[in-house]
């Protein structure tokens, strides 16, 4: 195949978004959206399909750097879902984002950021590589100001210090290896001081990319107030794609992190603090797209955990979560889309009762809160299964005597995770209406939000199924296996685990289920009142069970915990402007304390001068007697000395 196909993802979004600056109709606009997006996830395929691909034109040719792009299976699996993401995300973006008044710059910064994650993914070049990388910041920034400018500097400031960190890593890394090209053959050693500096520079690209703790703060600020398929493209699936894409890269590509050393030790704190503090957070929420962003943050956590192993199964375990979390966390953040698109809120206590109304956001949505919650035999549950699984056996190695906290951690996360949809589903679609929602019942106008809208959710849908039900033959076979280096077998690592027979299994028990529950059905007594907390139940009572983990919140041990979080006490932003508030007042100070030194010594010249242009009145007279007073102070100083 023609190397030049490796251009075609890049230029040809370029060029949609270009025309959709240009042109002012709504229609072409979504148009040109979806045919550039289409061609390019076509051409991706075409990539995906093909053999290793290279495609080098000189370029800063007076410093020795070519534009080269590569193509290998991790990149082009990479760029295949970057690919489809931004199909769906410009298909659901026809009706959702009608009316939006940003809608000139939306489509544009659509294709425009999808070419930039081409570009990322295929580079084969440090230079090109931080090219796209920066593009994506500038992106970013104007994504987020679809929300408000603030917000948009915010996330700036966060993801530019990581940039910064990441370019000085590339720096040291160049020093260490002598090379730009991101495929060294043999990955170097962290045996230097220099060697932890650019790992450690590098990581922080990457995880704040991916919005690990402390670089998250943004994500649950965005969920306010940016629209909902930026939240779905973004921090849901793009974001993690190339974040987790890029430290994977830096662990087995760029360097070789060994198990249970310091390195690996950090990755494995921050992965499992990035999973507890941020669902805690997600627990407690009352609105679904923010509590649908803590998500988002909370599985990076098992990603840098299964990477942080430096074992290839774990390796493996995060870069298949990292798939399986694009897929149902763009799914749920489509399905909560679309619940807003209907009833005009995403506070969950102004919901309810949604599932007979909108039965296959209703059950795509449930499809994705049993993936990320890791319930078999979804897609997120084989791909957390292979983290635990890497944990265990990373602690088998000399040096992981903590793996039960590791391993504590991610199971732990998993099952506040299920608690937390339970929430969500439960009070979105399954409990009493809520006044608003009988409204647009009442109205007429409380109905599927049509098919634009409903193809990405039954696609995502079906891809957290087949992925956990054909993991094996699929997901693994085809992404995963092929992009990790040295991965044994996977029945020599998956122990009795098979997806099949679970899925049969369960099938059965629903089965089961369905029976019992329509016996149940059958009149076989007397119909009683129903009473909660001593009242007889009635229609205008209505228990949402939103606030049921509140509880958590006001315990003891947590409230101070969940007030500090709220000051925003973990917010990475806040502590920066601080430093930079703190740095300035400094600056600033010694600003002063300099200029008033330097405006004493020029009065003190001045007065000086004064004095002397005082003295010097041209008269012979008054220059004779200066002259004898001061021969008799010499005089004086003289005979005090031979006195002396």
Known sequence: ?????????????????????????????????????????????????????????????????????????????ILLFACLFSFLISLYS??????????????????????CAAGAALAANLVVFLLFWGA???????????GSYKLSTKGLFIVGAADFALILGVLFFYRLSGSLYMSQGNPLSINSGLAVASFVLLMMGAIAKAGAIPFHSWIPDAADKVPTPVMAFLPASLDKLLGIYLLARICFDFFKLMPNTSLSFLLLLIGSLTIIVAVMMALVQHDLKKLLSYHAISQVGYMVLGIGTGIPLGIAGGVFHMLNNAIYKACLFLGGGSVEHKVKTSDIDRLGGLAKFMPVTFITVLIA?????????????????????????????????????????????????????????????????????????????????????????????????VFGVFAYQVPLKLFILPSVPEIPSPHLWLGWWEP?????????????????????????????????????????????????????????????????????????????????RGASYFLFALDRFVDFVWRGLSWGVLIVGKGFSLAHTGILHTYLAWYLIGLIILLVIFLAGVGG
């Open 1 to 77: 195949m023609n190397s030049s196909i490796l251009l075609y993802p890049i230029i040809l979004p370029i060029i949609g978004g270009v025309l959709c600056f240009l042109i002012p109709a709504r229609k072409a606009k979504e148009s040109i959206s979806i045919a550039i997006s289409l061609i390019v996830f076509i051409f991706a395929i075409f990539i995906f399909s093909s053999k290793d691909i290279f495609l080098s034109y000189p370029w800063l040719t007076f410093l020795g750097i070519d534009f080269a792009l590569q193509s290998y299976r991790f990149s082009s699996f």
């Open 136 to 146: 994506l910041g500038i992106l970013l920034y104007a994504f987020l100001s679809l």
């Open 500 to 580: 099949g027979l679970a899925t049969i299994l369960i099938i059965l028990g629903i089965i089961v289920g369905l029976v019992i529950y329509s016996l149940g059905k059958i009149k076989l007594g007397r119909v009683s009142e129903s009473y909660v907390g001593g009242e007889v139940t009635s229609d205008e009572m209505r228990v949402s069970g939103v606030d049921f983990y509140d509880t958590i919140r006001d315990f003891v041990g947590l409230r101070r915990l969940y007030k500090a979080a709220e000051r925003g006490a973990l917010d990475i932003y806040s502590a920066m402007l601080s430093f930079a």
């Open 369 to 465: 809160a049993f993936s990320i919650s890791g319930v078999p035999p979804f897609n997120g549950f084989f791909s957390k299964w292979m983290v635990y699984q890497a944990v265990v056996e990373a602690g088998k190695l000399e040096g992981g005597g903590m793996w039960i906290i590791w391993l504590l951690a991610a199971m732990f996360g998993s099952a506040l995770t299920l608690a937390s949809f339970m929430k969500l589903i439960h009070g979105t679609f399954l409990s009493t209406e809520s006044d608003e929602v009988k409204e647009k019942i009442s109205g007429k106008t409380l109905k599927e939000a049509g098919a634009p809208m409903l193809f990405p959710l039954i696609v995502l849908a079906g891809l957290c199924v």
């Open 94 to 115: 026809v009706k959702f984002m009608a009316e939006n008044v940003r809608l000139k710059e939306y489509y544009p910064y659509l294709l425009l950021t999808t070419s």
